[in-house]
């Protein structure tokens, strides 16, 4: 990896990201908007501008993480807030044009692999990240490899049926307005200056993300969950809350060996999406 010179690309449903990375150095980023509403062709190009950006002759591959369904030919499938992408052969796109590899795959998977190569992931064999944001989904990495499910959808844990709705309603930043009536922010906000009733609910959350990750500990046993997204930052208001509907759980050693960790890295999407391209040469090796 130390002198690896790759390109890392996180697509979003409004804006694009490109990094130049080597080894494990960002050397350089250029961000754009994209025409979410434009036609496929259109966002297609812009795309390809963003990440020509930063390319030069002597990248060896390119990664792009999406926030969407892709399969194993890199065909991506109604990716979010762009109505126009409803299967757009990205992979062959854009080796066409910039005649290098290209690895593309859903950015909670992107996510794992960052923390996985860069980040609090390092030197662990079975690893999950875990984004906690308006949507709950996880990247599992097993002995070293991601693991995508045959049709690349899995992880989705926040899809579970619970309650009366399923894990999304109750474990993520949909649980503010759904079931509180505010938002995220100004709970957050109230949180900080003590307020008893934000706080308050910032510990039911908490016993809601516990009881998914219970469902994450009986299923995969990881060695370690790795959070990001936007509830992750708070997760000072929720961990003893978390932490106490862990201790429910019936292997009690699993719980102790589990170690929880919060992602800081901001450029962890580009170096995930760069990671797809270690993962791919595990893989060929395997």
């Known amino acids: 990896m130390v002198n690896d010179k790759l390109i890392g690309v996180d697509l979003g449903g409004t804006k694009v990201q490109s990094s130049r990375i080597k080894g494990t150095s960002v050397l350089q980023t ?29 990248i060896e591959g390119i990664g792009v993480g999406v926030p969407g369904l892709v399969d194993s030919q890199g065909i991506l499938y109604d990716i979010q807030n762009i109505p126009s992408w409803k299967e757009v052969p990205l992979k062959s796109i854009l080796e066409e044009h ?12 992107c996510f794992a692999l960052g923390e996985k190569y860069y980040g609090k992931g390092r030197g662990r064999k079975d690893v999950m990240g875990l984004i906690i944001g308006t949507g709950l989904a996880a990247g599992i990495i097993i002995d070293n490899k991601l693991y995508n499910g045959h049709n690349c959808g899995a992880g989705e844990f926040g899809m579970l049926p619970y309650l009366d709705h399923n894990y999304e309603v109750y474990a993520t930043g949909q649980f503010f307005p759904r079931v509180h009536q505010t938002t995220g922010e100004a709970a957050f906000k109230a949180a900080e200056k003590g307020d008893p009733k934000a706080l308050d609910m910032f510990r039911e959350l908490g016993t809601h993300i516990g009881n998914c990750m219970i469902c994450i500990l009986y299923s995969l046993d990881p060695e370690v969950i790795i959070l990001g997204g936007s509830v992750s930052k708070s997760y000072q208001f929720y961990k003893d809350s978390l932490y106490e509907r862990l201790q429910t759980f019936a292997y009690s050693p699993v719980v102790g060996r589990l170690t929880i960790e919060i992602s800081d890295d901001p450029n962890i999407a580009v170096l995930g999406a760069a990671a797809l391209i270690h993962d791919a040469q595990l893989s060929s090796k395997s």
């Open 98 to 109: 910039f005649k290098v590899p290209v690895y593309i795959n859903n950015d909670a998977n």
């Open 30 to 58: 250029e961000r754009a908007l994209i025409s979410s509403q434009g036609t496929e062709d259109q966002v297609v190009q812009e795309v390809i501008a963003n990440i020509s950006d930063v390319f030069e002759n002597d």
